[in-house]
């Protein structure tokens, strides 16, 4: 009865798929002959413009300039840290350091939330016999082999205050061993946060600007309309702790050297550490609150990241007093009226290249991304049609499994009769997934084909013809193929016999 409900499933299951998948084809190739159809109005209409000068409101223009520096901000520990004391103090440095204390100039800036070296507990699920192979019972239920849960500790960075689930006597003494300072203020639990440093669940990481300046254009790339447009030009980039203003890495846009002399560094073997300027050191990209060649239990580390694009390029209307927006496109080629908004960031000075060249690089990533989205749903959706017709088609398959399993119980010859039962089982499968395919796939392509003879008549003709010719030249093979002719050439024989008999006096 298991495999009748799990047959019956399936079935009803790809009948409900095999319509939705078709839905989901047909919407993918709308997509992308409307998304087309913006690209195209984009390179024939928008106006390339220079990074000098307002080009007026309500344009239709391309434009790739450097990002304006008044645009970006001036970060400091107070950006980030709850404590306001603490916060002032990485700011302003230290008087005898030939830094000028934590700040950084940026577009947009993020705090990564801090991490601690702690005791991890890792659980994993073993064989309890690992010579133990799964069975299968009368009815065909596989049962498991029993597993029980193994438990693994060790010291690693880690962002939050891990806890422990196994309070076992062995887990305790495997922490003991993996975590040797482990609970020496507080019992059998990772030291907490220091104070005045927020956790991950407690500040808001990363700030991003509403809108920002584009060359000397008086134009703003701004989030109008709950968008995100201008929020695409993230904090994704480390921030390096120790670089100077020599432009050497290639970045731009920093102007500090954050604390030029080693700090000494106080911490308590297994104590909660004190997240200060007194008590950190910059270790590598991180400031941290202990030693980096001597990393130990309750150790703190914050890291931070910027952004390090110089310029920003894009394709829309330049709205009202410089304040850019999406271009309304007319409704045409069977799509609704929309808007098309394109942005780009660029991350060096060699990518602010020329308006044309600019222009002719937006266009040419956004056709790449068209296309690369149409073929990859495309073929999700003709192997979706194919598998839901197989599940409609499935209960023939599980008709002869459960006849197989039947002749499988027949006393003396069972065995036998199995593998005959299995062949034939596989052989129905191969004939179903054949048939799935036939049906599934020209359903599809004959969907795709609709869809563009609606649209685009032209295209749509030539997908529609390729579709016919193959449907033509399967329903030729079928009738090429020999036929069985039995009762028939039983029938005329028959026939053969009584006209002679008739014949005789």
């Not at 390096?240 to 700090?263: C, H, N, Q, S, V």
Request: aromatic fraction near 10%; charge should be neutral; charged fraction near 20%.
């Amino acid at each position: 009865m298991q495999k009748v409900g799990h047959a019956c499933a399936c079935c009803i299951g790809g009948w409900l798929v095999f319509p939705l998948t078709l839905w989901a084809l047909g919407a993918n190739e709308k997509y992308f002959v409307c998304n087309q159809k913006n690209i195209l109005m984009g390179e024939a209409e928008a106006k390339i413009l220079p990074c000098e000068g307002y080009p007026g409101d309500n344009k239709f223009v391309a434009v790739g300039c450097a990002i304006n520096e008044e645009s970006k901000r001036e970060w400091t520990m107070k950006d980030f840290l709850t404590d306001a004391t603490t916060a002032e103090r990485f700011s302003r440095g230290s008087p005898s350091a030939s830094g000028t204390g934590f700040k950084f100039k940026s577009l947009t800036g993020q705090m990564n939330a801090p991490e601690m070296y702690q005791c991890k507990e890792h659980a994993r699920s073993e064989q309890v016999d690992p010579s133990c192979k799964p069975t299968k019972d009368k009815n065909g239920k596989t049962i498991s082999c029993p597993v029980h849960t193994v438990y693994s500790y060790s010291l690693e960075w880690s962002a939050g205050r891990a806890s422990f689930q196994c309070s076992e006597s062995k887990c305790q003494n495997d922490r003991k061993v993996a975590c040797p300072d482990l609970g020496k203020e507080i019992s059998d639990q990772n030291p907490p946060y220091p104070d005045g440093l927020p956790t991950a669940m407690e500040t808001k990481w990363a700030s991003n600007p509403f809108s920002f300046k584009i060359g000397n254009t008086g134009l703003y790339i701004t989030d109008g309309d709950g968008g995100t447009r201008s929020r695409d030009f993230k904090a994704d980039k480390p921030l390096p702790l120790r670089w100077e203003k020599d432009g050497k890495d290639g970045t731009a846009g920093m102007d500090w050297k954050f604390m030029g002399t080693r700090i000494n560094s106080v911490m308590d073997r297994g104590k909660q550490s004190k997240f200060d300027y007194s008590h950190t050191e910059i270790v590598g990209n991180y400031i941290q609150t202990c030693d980096g060649n001597d990393v130990v239990h309750g150790c703190v580390r914050v890291s931070f990241s910027y952004n390090a694009d110089v310029g920003a390029a894009f394709i829309g209307n330049t709205g009202v007093g410089g304040k850019t927006e999406p271009m309304n496109m007319p409704a045409s080629w069977g799509c609704p009226k929309s808007t098309w908004f394109v942005t780009k960031r660029l991350a060096s000075k060699a990518d602010i290249k020329p308006g044309k060249e600019v222009k002719e690089d937006i266009i040419a990533t956004q056709n790449q991304k068209n296309e690369s989205s149409l073929y990859f749903f495309r073929v999700v959706g003709v192997l979706g049609c194919w598998a839901a017709v197989y599940c409609c088609l499935y209960p023939i398959v599980a008709f002869f499994d459960i006849m197989e399993d039947y002749m499988a119980m027949v006393p003396c010859i069972g065995g036998c009769l199995s593998v005959i039962g299995q062949v034939v089982e596989t052989l129905v499968q191969l004939v179903v997934c054949c048939m799935s395919c036939s049906f599934g796939c020209s359903a599809a392509f004959f969907t795709i084909a609709i869809v563009w003879l609606y649209m685009r008549p032209l295209q749509g003709i030539l997908y529609m013809l390729g579709c016919l010719a193959v449907s033509g030249g399967a329903y030729a093979l079928a009738h090429m193929a020999p036929k069985k002719e039995g009762k028939g050439q039983a029938r005329d024989l028959n026939q053969e016999l009584a006209s002679a008999g008739g014949e005789q006096p």
